[in-house]
């Protein structure tokens, strides 16, 4: 098994490309061992130690490092836990899992939401999937968008410009009743 690595937008983060699916749909966000209980393979990478976070896309595995490790000294590790993992035949998260990742809503502004949605869906996350993570919706409220960001775009540097300058301007140009893009934490 030959396990690729490419470097994102946020140095502590790193994406790892086993080469085969990990998640069939959607994703999976653990910020720490303990909300890693339901999948094998993030405990595993915990294990390792000075990992931070762990998020899952559909062919990827981005891993944050603790500030104060060098990635010289943990890489080789999880290369390895992932390795293992992958040769154990384990399930990467046992039972079930949500697809789409956006919170629920309803009400008046349902229209815009799927609007929104489908934007989200169709141009943002596959691009922000490039770069090792995930922006899902979690919410409107009276003009502004609240969105959840993951894996390499939690704490990204860049992550308030590809906010501001990225998906809000596009939001505000297809959906005029947008008016400004937030994020929230989990």
């Known amino acids: 098994m030959f396990i690729q690595t490419e470097s994102t937008p946020n140095p502590a ?11 069939a749909a959607g994703t999976a966000d653990f910020a720490s061992a ?3 209980g339901k999948s094998p393979l993030a405990a595993r ?3 390792v130690g000075g990992v931070n976070g762990v998020f899952f896309g559909t062919d990827f595995v981005t891993v944050t490092k603790a500030d104060g490790i060098e990635w010289d000294h943990v890489k080789p590790a ?3 836990a992932i ?16 697809a789409s990742g956006h919170a629920d809503h309803s009400g008046p502004d349902e229209d815009i939401v799927r609007q929104i949605k489908e934007l989200l869906d169709t141009r943002v996350r596959p691009a922000v999937a490039q770069d090792g993570g995930d922006i899902t919706f979690h ?10 960001m993951q894996g390499a775009c939690a704490g990204c540097p860049s992550s308030t410009l590809t906010l501001k300058m990225g998906i ?3 939001l505000r140009h297809f ?5 400004e893009v937030r994020p929230v934490a989990a």
């Open 13 to 23: 983060t790193l994406k790892f490309l086993p080469g085969q699916e990990v998640l």
């Open 34 to 36: 303990e909300a890693a």
């Open 45 to 47: 990478i915990f294990a």
């Open 78 to 80: 999880i290369l390895g």
């Open 83 to 98: 390795m293992e993992h992958y040769q154990s035949g384990a399930p990467v998260i046992e039972g079930e899992q949500a």
């Open 139 to 148: 919410g409107f409220d009276r003009g502004v968008v609240y969105l959840h």
């Open 168 to 170: 809000e301007n596009l």
């Open 175 to 179: 959906i005029p009743e947008v008016v």
